[in-house]
Every structure is written in C-alpha cells, then in structure tokens.
Nanobody, 124 residues
Framework: QVRLVESGGGLVQAGDSLRLSCAASEYTFSNFAMAWFRQAPGKGREFVAAIADSGGSTYYANALKGRFTISRDNAANTMDLQMNSLKPEDTAVYYC?????????????????WGQGTQVSVSS
C-alpha cells in the first residue's frame, strides 16, 4: 500500500509564498505519476499540477501556470509544490495523488493513491 503524507500548509497573507511537500512510502516512487489537487469549501476537487514519473514532464492548470511549480525528487521519494503570489482564492485543502506508471493525468479518477490533505489558507 502506497502511503502519501502532505505537509507545508498554513495560513498566509495574499502575495506570500508556500511550499508544500508530499512524502511517499513507496520505494519504487520513480515508477509513479504524481499530481496535486485542491478542494475549496463547497467545491469539487480541482486539478492543480501533475508530473511524470521521471520528473521530465509537467502540466499545470491554466489558471495557475506561472505561479505554481511542481517538482519531485525520486531519490528522496518526495514531491513538492512551490506556490507564489498566493491569492485568497487559492484557499483550499491540497492533496497529493499517485498512480503507477508514466505520463501525467489531470483527472482525479486517474489516481489510485491519495494523501490526507494539507490546509492552505490565504487571507486578503
């Protein structure tokens, strides 16, 4: 069973930055496609960014491109999300997700493993 644990969330002000991390328990982490999703109160789960198993290919939600950067360290079994110029509308619980295999995927149903989420709150 793959276990994913997010960290790094918190309460920040608009314009601040945060870096989220996702630690995976799976020693074959480099064989997994990974992604970040988020869910704001009263809304559905929204795609944020995805990264291929090798880390050589990434994809972002259009509205977040340029502010968010996804990366991974396969030697450390971690994936990060650097979030800059945060806005109140970025307030949500952020989840990391994983699936075996290569490529990247934007649908939440494509992922088999999920973390418990980390809260990001951005005040105006």
């Amino acid at each position: 069973q793959v276990r994913l644990v997010e960290s790094g969330g918190g309460l920040v002000q608009a314009g601040d930055s945060l870096r989220l991390s996702c630690a995976a328990s799976e020693y074959t982490f480099s064989n997994f496609a990974m992604a970040w999703f988020r869910q704001a109160p009263g809304k559905g789960r929204e795609f944020v960014a995805a990264i291929a198993d090798s880390g050589g290919s990434t994809y972002y939600a259009n509205a977040l491109k340029g502010r968010f950067t996804i990366s991974r360290d396969n030697a450390a079994n971690t994936m990060d999300l650097q979030m800059n110029s945060l806005k109140p509308e970025d307030t949500a619980v952020y989840y990391c997700a994983a699936r075996r295999g290569g490529g990247w995927y934007v649908m939440s149903t494509s992922y088999d493993y999920w973390g418990q989420g980390t809260q990001v709150s951005v005040s105006s």
